[in-house]
């Protein structure tokens, strides 16, 4: 009986796939590593200002920009709920057909400093951009491929325009890019003949190419997030990821890399097969926030979490009603709790073949942006706290300022504060608002009182603390 209840048990965590956390490896001890030519280049964070920087920015926006936003999930009058910028591999269209979607590219109400000012009144400190998607088109004029905007109606650098307009409101520009190509012939799944050898070969070099295009043409890029690394030619290609790592950090002083697009020697993908992450920054996070206790015991490392508004649509879909479609209240929590448990969020955008966004993700970025003016403190250059979570919301840290952000009043109009021995709480003050009254209520705990707010709005609270001389600051497991 009780077996065969241990066998139920393991066979439904076996068969709940993505909603169990992926395993992380476990971290050897260092006398019983493997010795590793392509795995992780350091251990723990980086601590250079340019990763602080990333560190700090925490909010960011994605942009997914591409061919696909012209059929918006649509093709030959049959709409495809899945996402929409896979569209060519749903409806099994072929290269050429796709990519003839070009003729038709020409976002005439695309205003790259409207879009900037936009991410700027989001609060956004980031934007990543979609340069080149699965389906190969790209939004630069490169010279290596002849599926670029160049060809098109529209003729002109998108990318370009795009990278100068957020820069000059003072955001950072990121660049997505999909190693995995739909419009190259050389691009092979696996290495199985002599021939795919060789093309997957010139498919690297092309790559390269482009990589040092993108790296020369637009200095100022602050990171690189890699996409569809997934495929055996290119994890069992471990040296290649470890090459572009460094190709681009000698181009690009400073610049972050996503772990997405590293494999070790071994074909090990992220974390490297010692256990450690590989990459700057971990990126396995995508419609989803990291497992607490799961994924990020094992030790700390930064991470990025990224997330879609309805279930799982980055690019435009004309039709937003086949699935749950994310409240701006629900989007705003998401990235409060990534930044309470130590990551970065980014909210993706998938604009119109026009230029413009749809109403839905307008409305939103002014949501957040309201909010973030007069919250973003608890949200910028915070870190995860350290206290044991309540119900009312999440705790975020700068020094010795905690923020509380509550979501959740309770009806006793009191809220809850555990603190960690030695730590005392001395003053409590509603951002943009008067202090409210602490009570120490028994050893380490407190009650801080409700202010009287907007029910419908979360609210901060910034917790002045003074810690006496035992007290010994140490990250425990965010449990949340
Ligand atoms: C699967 C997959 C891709 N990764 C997300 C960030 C989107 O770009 C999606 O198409």
Redesign the pocket.
Known sequence: MNRIFKATILLLLLTSGVAVAQDRPKVLPADQEIPLKYGAERLGKRQDADMKKFRDNRLGA?I?WGLYAIPGGEWNGKVYNG?A??LKSWAKVPADEWLALMDQWNPEKFDAKAWAKMAKQMGVKYVKI?TK??EGFCLWPSKYSPYTVAQTPYKKDLLGEMVKAYNDEGIDVHF?F?VMDWSHPDYRYSIKTKEDEEAMARFFEFTDNQLKELATRYPTVKDFWF??TWDASIYKNGWWTAHVEKMLKELIPGVTINSRLRADDYGKRHFDSNGHLMGDYESGY?RRLPDPVKDLKVTRWDWEA?MTVPENQ??YHKDWSLSYVKTPLEVLERIVHAVSMGGNMVV?FGPQADGDFRPEEKELAKFIGKWMDKYGECIYGCDYAGWDKQAWGYYTRKGDDVYMVVFNAPYSKKLTVKVPKGTKVVKATVLNGNEVDVVETTRNEYNVSMPSRDPGEPFVIKLQIEKDSSTIDKYRDALT
């Open positions: 994605f997914h996402a910028e896979w979609t998607h699965h997505y999909s996409d569809g995508e990224c980055w690019g993706n």
